[in-house]
């Protein structure tokens, strides 16, 4: 086993933050997902002095949150063991217990809290029995709470909801037909339930973001993807408008990220091959701006009310921190929360390679300073609906530490690479992502960056899928796999996962297990098994509904009954952990794993 005080540790063990918002009426008051305690856990934040107050303190930890406009309350969703079912809870700013905002109600999974603008309304979705439901709750103005009346339900996918600034209005996302992940808007009287506006495109996908931060305004910032990439949209929802912000002259997806207090500029995000930009786009005068910031990921870009940009900003060699940048020119004005002194890193650069189909794929690649072939460690990001942007990764350096080369990629499913390449894997997953994956390790060796017979593939929720995928579909490329809350069955983690994930993965698949037998199969590393050469590790947890541990148990033992290498180490938390002792742990884990496999390949 790895030395868990090793100097490789240290990077681990600088406090991250990974989540950050500041109440819209009461900007002095925020609310940071922070693990300076050891475990990710809510902080309240003064902005003033930028000191934090821990909020929960609960064994798995709590990383997602919502503060309230006015900042006198914070909500999250409290589940047992990180398992994703149970109730929106909320807590006073100051600190105290936790309240249940649902009791009497058995517990439930959720996409997340939705709060209006003026703290009148909350609201959230959820599913049972194969229906979607959102629930709305009234807040009165001393802050007590009404009883969560169900406004809206329906046998298929619903998102959201985004509230109006007064709460009148909710706009969720909704599947137009079964298994299908092309949404279109609906807006809700929150009042009656009633339907008081719909928005389709023909050919694309419709996203909510947010509406504009006036009383009586009704101007919802969206996005849509029916150009081939993101572009936002402003849909008036009472006057039934809709304006399209073209942004030709932008390459990839642009998103919206936020409304300017006055509702007359919007922030803007371009990502463009994984790397990200800010603009300001001015709505009156359709007038775009570039803002000159430093590189890196910007997780969480806003308007603050000085006229400030306040964004949680990192890259490769820098740990998250909140910075405040020029409001018109995008320069860095002063940092808000600062993050320590790291061990020196090795910087990531992007680079591209064509796979299958002629397809250029784009990574984050960072290797020592010495001369290659190294062994190498092939990363493939979760989601798949996300995308590998400029990060501080402490795992990635460590690798880099021990002398191995890493490569990030971002295959096929990957967002802001425009919606082609988004869709491209839907009906048939794991074949063009692993088309990639291959492509990746080919390029590594012809540039003479990895030892071919030294390639390890690696990578955590659905990077851990495609890490098993790739094992047991192009079995002799692989040194060794290690996949972290991995599906191996998806028609077993189709039965055990939550309701409202199931309706997601049936429309990813194009239908159930029962009515897509054979692409479930095929889409399975467990159909695989039998050709797996590879030693592999798994890494999972006990209480994870999203990859749920049954579809693991059952690789395992076929895996063994097989005579196959397989080690599984299981661990007492959901997706994943939010505690930095149980990181290295993990880490530790793959460290070992690795040097075993190349020990006895010497």
């Not at 996918?157 to 007064?166: A, C, Q, T």
Request: hydrophobic share 40%; glycine share 10%.
């Amino acid at each position: 086993m790895a030395n868990l005080s090793a100097p490789w540790t240290e990077r681990f063990r600088v406090p991250l933050i990974r989540g950050v918002d500041v109440a819209a009426n009461a900007p002095t008051r925020g609310l940071v997902a922070s693990n300076v305690s050891g475990t990710f856990q809510l902080h309240a934040w003064d902005v003033r002095s930028g000191r934090l107050r821990a909020l929960t303190n609960r064994a798995a930890g709590t990383i997602a949150g919502a503060i309230s406009p006015d900042g006198r309350f914070i909500y999250y969703h409290d589940d047992a063991g990180g398992n994703e079912l149970g109730h929106f809870v909320r807590i006073p700013f100051e600190g105290a217990s936790a309240v249940s905002i649902t009791p009497g109600v058995p517990p439930y999974p959720t996409f997340g809290l939705g709060v209006s603008g003026a703290g009148n309304r909350l609201g959230f979705v959820t599913a049972d029995h194969g229906a979607y439901h959102v629930d709305v709750i009234d807040v009165a103005a001393d802050g007590a709470l009404g009883s969560p009346r169900r406004i809206h339900s329906r046998p298929r996918l619903l998102i959201g909801p985004v509230f109006s600034h007064d709460g009148a209005i909710a706009v969720l996302a909704a599947s137009p037909e079964a298994r299908s992940l092309r949404y279109e808007l609906v807006a809700l009287d929150t009042s009656t339930g009633r339907i008081v506006g719909e928005l389709a495109d023909a050919d694309g996908r419709l996203g909510a973001v947010a509406f504009a931060p006036r009383a009586g305004d009704a101007r919802l910032l969206g996005v849509t993807n029916r150009s081939g990439a993101d572009r936002p949209l402003i849909w008036d929802v009472t006057r039934g408008t809709r304006v399209d912000i073209a942004l030709d002259e932008l390459e990839g997806d642009v998103l919206a990220a936020d409304w300017s207090p006055d509702g007359g500029r919007v922030l803007l995000e371009q990502l463009a091959r994984a790397v990200q930009r800010l603009y300001v786009y001015d709505v009156r005068e359709s007038r775009l701006t570039a803002l000159r910031h430093p590189n890196g990921t910007y997780a969480r870009a806003y308007f603050a009310p000085d006229g400030a940009i306040h964004a949680l900003w990192e890259d490769s060699t820098h740990p998250p921190q909140v910075i405040a940048l020029d409001g018109a020119t995008g320069e860095p004005a002063r940092t808000l929360l600062p993050a320590p002194d790291v061990p020196r890193c090795r910087p990531w650069r992007s680079i591209s390679f064509p796979s299958a189909g002629g397809q250029q794929i784009q990574g984050w690649l960072a290797a020592p300073e010495a001369t290659g072939p190294f062994p190498t460690i092939l990363h493939v990001h979760g989601g798949p609906e996300a995308v590998m942007t400029e990060l501080y990764a402490p795992a990635g350096q460590s690798w880099i530490d021990h002398g191995f080369a890493f490569l990030s990629t971002n295959y096929r499913g990957s967002t802001t690479f425009g919606r082609a390449f988004l869709e491209q894997i839907w009906g048939n997953l794991g074949r063009w992502e692993v088309e990639d994956m291959v492509a990746a390790r080919e390029w590594l060796v012809k540039e003479g960056i990895a030892d071919a017979s030294r390639v390890f593939v690696t990578g955590w929720s659905y990077g851990g899928y495609l890490t098993l995928q790739a094992l047991g579909t192009r079995p002799a490329l692989w040194a060794g796999g290690m996949a972290g809350i991995a599906v191996a069955d998806w028609a077993i983690a189709h039965e055990d996962t939550t309701e409202t994930l199931r309706g997601i993965r049936a429309a990813r698949f194009g239908g159930t297990p029962q009515e897509q037998p054979e692409r479930y199969a095929a889409s399975s590393p467990i159909t695989y098994a039998k050709d797996v050469q590879a030693p592999v590790l798994i890494i999972q947890g006990r209480n994870d509904t999203r990859t749920p541990r049954r579809s693991v148990d059952a690789y395992e033992a076929t895996m063994k009954a097989l005579g196959k290498s397989i080690e599984v180490h299981w661990f007492d938390a959901g997706h994943g952990s939010l505690v930095i002792d149980q990181a290295i742990e993990h880490h530790a884990l793959m460290l070992d794993f690795a040097r075993r496999v190349l020990d006895r390949a010497e």
